[in-house]
Nanobody
Framework: QVQLVESGGGLVQAGDSLRVSCAASMSSGRTFSRYAVAWFRQAPGKERDFVAAISWNGGNTYYVDPVKGRSTISRDNVKNTVYLQMNSLKPEDTAVYYC????????????????????WGQGTQVTVSS
């Protein structure tokens, strides 16, 4: 089993930066470094959308166009944690941010964005005021 806990959300102003974290607890026999991790977000009244993903060793990262150039996903496999650094935040970035994980068998943006992740966190609210 893999348990994911997001943190770091909050209320910020447009133009500010924020870093959200996803900490994983792994059951015996499971190794965090074998898992791809992605961030998704869901705004009120909208579907949950892919934001960014990182491969098992951090060697590959993928971003949806609206956040590309403003966000950086990274991971620390010693701390079992993935981070999403978001800069130049906009009101349209307001959403609940979820992290998700699955064994990394992916190759390419399409796989990381659309694969059915097995494990999900509860989400952290990010609100950007104008």
């Amino acid at each position: 089993q893999v348990q994911l806990v997001e943190s770091g959300g909050g209320l910020v102003q447009a133009g500010d930066s924020l870093r959200v974290s996803c900490a994983a607890s792994m059951s015996s026999g499971r190794t965090f470094s074998r898992y791809a991790v992605a961030w998704f977000r869901q705004a009120p009244g909208k579907e949950r959308d892919f934001v960014a993903a990182i491969s098992w060793n951090g060697g590959n990262t993928y971003y949806v166009d609206p956040v590309k150039g403003r966000s950086t996903i990274s991971r620390d496999n010693v701390k079992n944690t993935v981070y999403l650094q978001m800069n130049s935040l906009k009101p349209e970035d307001t959403a609940v941010y979820y992290c998700a994980a699955d064994l990394d068998y992916c190759s390419g943006y399409g796989c990381y964005a659309y694969v059915e992740y097995d494990y999900w966190g509860q989400g952290t609210q990010v609100t950007v005021s104008s």
